[in-house]
């Protein structure tokens, strides 16, 4: 099988064909460092380290390319708020952020540029666009004028009214039309400001990834990936960028997105205060269950982070630990065939998540010890493949409850029928020796769970 995606640009799922299968090229939008990341900024970047793990292991090289906006309005804010140097914000929040990425079970990409070390490549793309008619110079502003580039919005597929009505909050008197966006903008004393043909300025968002980009992976490059919020305006104005000083083919061929996330069903917000960030959340749980979580919905799905969703991805990867757990592993086993087949089909997680509960139930079904190593070590080969499973199996029942799953779930099933026989004081017997373990039962619906209290 063959990698397929779906494409924003086309709107279609369509098979994958790199333009040089001998050196695939991927960016994904980095974070603006001024703050600490939320659990809905993490979603792109497990996501795409999927894809990134995906495609190295289906072609030779890979260049993967996230960068780090370390100048932006909301940094300055940021910094004049705290009383903090602007320099040692994103040095602390880029900390941050790696830390993150690292407990995630990020790979790290292969080129991390920041945008502060790249301005004279941004000037000269602004230069670029100002030869060729696609930009003007107005009251020490550039701005790239929307009108001069046909082809504009036909990524957001927005058409004239809507662009203005997202352009509208940045209505001001140097814009010839409202649609128009900032390129360069002067900075006042005391704000970081570059030497330019323009004054003393600073770039403006979006020039940062097209320059960037134009770099490390050319004119034209493979995948461009990023959360469906950035659609409009920040992708539809870097592809009009570069593809004004490069041609209309230029930039990236495939387009990635990934839904948004909610928390118990709602935007996460601060004045909510169902606000989570992932520093906050990485006291409280393992970096592998919040992975667990992001992958176990599709990447185009909306995403509900909840008390149930988190706890249900625990109990898999208890499950999942717990299946090769004590066995003899040989590293030499290759990935199951049906993970490839899911994740080649527009990156299935959820689908590939089951395979790995199918490999360990072949654990457990299998007779002989020889089988179930075998199929053990299948099932930790497999979950490279989605970054899940790396963890020593006994480190991660450390500090949790010293009875086994099997034991537990014994004497849920001895509960149960104490409860059909109507056996209620034995029943209760079994829910308090469970507790004592630390394992706590709910009797749902669907059937009693538990979960490590
Ligand atoms: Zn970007």
């Keep these: 099988m063959a990698l397929i995606l779906y494409n924003t640009l086309t709107r279609r799922k369509e098979p994958f064909v790199p333009l040089d299968s001998n050196s695939v090229r991927l960016y994904v939008c980095g974070p603006t460092v001024y703050d600490f990341a939320h659990i809905g900024n993490a979603r792109p970047y497990v996501i795409f380290d999927v894809l990134n793990r995906l495609l190295r292991n289906m072609y030779p090289k890979v260049t993967y390319a996230r960068n780090i906006t370390d100048i932006d309005d909301k940094i300055i804010k940021a910094a004049k708020e705290n009383g903090e140097e602007i320099n040692e914000l994103t040095k ?3 900390h941050y952020f790696w830390e993150d990425m690292k407990a995630l079970g990020n790979l790290p990409p292969d080129v991390e540029p920041h945008a502060t070390a790249h301005v004279n490549e941004m000037i000269s793309m602004i230069s670029c666009l100002l030869e060729k008619g696609n930009a003007y110079v107005s009251d020490g502003h550039v701005l790239f004028s929307v009108k001069s ?5 036909q990524l957001s597929r927005c058409n004239h009214e809507e662009m203005i009505a997202g ?6 008197p140097y814009k010839k039309d409202p649609e128009d966006f900032v390129l360069w903008k002067p900075s006042e004393t005391g704000i970081p400001g570059w030497e330019s043909p323009w004054g003393v300025g600073r770039p403006g968002w979006h020039i940062e990834c097209s320059a960037m980009s134009l770099k490390y992976l050319g004119e034209t490059f493979d995948i461009h990936g990023g959360g469906q919020d950035l659609i409009f305006p920040h992708h539809e104005n870097e592809m009009a960028q570069t593809q004004a000083c490069f041609g209309p083919h230029t930039f990236a061929r495939v387009w ?12 996460m917000s601060k004045s909510l205060g169902n606000f989570i960030t992932m520093h906050e959340l990485l006291k409280k749980m ?3 269950i919040v992975r667990f979580v992001l992958l176990s919905s599709h990447y185009r799905q909306p995403l509900d982070w909840n008390d149930q969703v988190v706890q249900q991805s625990r109990q898999s990867l208890d499950r999942l630990y717990n299946a090769f757990r004590g066995r003899d592993l040989n590293v030499e086993e290759p990935v ?3 993970i490839k087949a899911a994740l080649e089909d527009d990156l299935n997680t959820p689908l590939a998540i089951s395979v790995l ?3 360990a139930s072949r654990v457990h079904k299998a007779i002989h010890e020889n089988e179930k190593n075998k199929w053990a070590s299948i099932l930790k080969a497999s979950g490279i493949w989605l970054g899940l499973l790396q963890e020593d199996a006994e480190n991660w029942f450390k500090g949790k409850t010293g009875i086994e799953e099997s034991a537990i779930l014994s004497l849920i099933e001895a509960r ?9 004081a034995k029943a209760d017997q079994v829910r308090q020796e469970l507790l004592k373990a630390g394992v706590l039962l709910e009797d749902t619906p669907q059937g009693t769970i538990w979960r490590h209290n």
């Design 256 to 267: 990635l997105h990934n839904g948004m996330l909610t928390v118990n069903g709602e935007k």
């Design 92 to 94: 602390r929040t880029s």
């Design 336 to 338: 199951f065939e049906p």
């Design 286 to 288: 393992k970096g592998e």
């Design 167 to 172: 352009a509208r909050v940045d209505v001001a």
């Design 149 to 153: 580039f046909p082809y504009y919005g």
């Design 357 to 359: 509960h199918d490999i």
């Design 416 to 424: 149960n029928k104490a409860r059909a026989h109507k056996d209620f």
